[in-house]
């Protein structure tokens, strides 16, 4: 099984920058899609972005389009998401997730198999 670890978060200022780090170990990463959720304080976990095993197709919820970037590189078993323009409604902890899928990437929580222990970003006004 795979083991991941996030890293990166932090506490930024309205309009700037973070760039999250999601490290797999174990075994090879490559056979999985992934993806970032997210949970706020008193929220559901929300889908915020997710990529296909080759980094070929890539998804993102509305309110993460056009300011976050999602990208792989299998051969250091590391997906990053780059987060520009944060507001503080971005404000959560945020988790990287490998989900079992050949094809194209998924935005259900449940399908995804392996988590990371998150990493807090704050987003202040």
């Known amino acids: 099984q795979v083991q991941l670890v996030e890293a990166g978060g932090g506490s930024v200022q309205a309009g700037g920058s973070l760039r999250l780090s999601c490290a797999a170990s174990g075994r090879p990463f490559s056979p999985y899609a992934m993806g970032w959720f997210r949970r706020a304080p008193g929220k559901e976990r929300e889908f915020v972005a997710a990529?296909?095993?080759?980094?070929?197709?890539?998804d993102y919820a509305d309110s993460a389009k056009g300011r976050f970037t999602i990208s792989r590189d299998n051969a250091k078993n590391t997906v990053t998401l780059q987060m520009n323009s944060l507001k503080p409604e971005d404000t959560a902890v945020y988790h990287c997730a490998a989900e079992s899928r050949a094809r194209g990437t998924g935005r259900y929580a449940g399908s995804y198999h392996t988590w990371g222990q998150g990493t807090q970003v704050t987003v202040s006004s």
């Open positions: 990529i296909s095993v080759l980094g070929v197709s890539t």
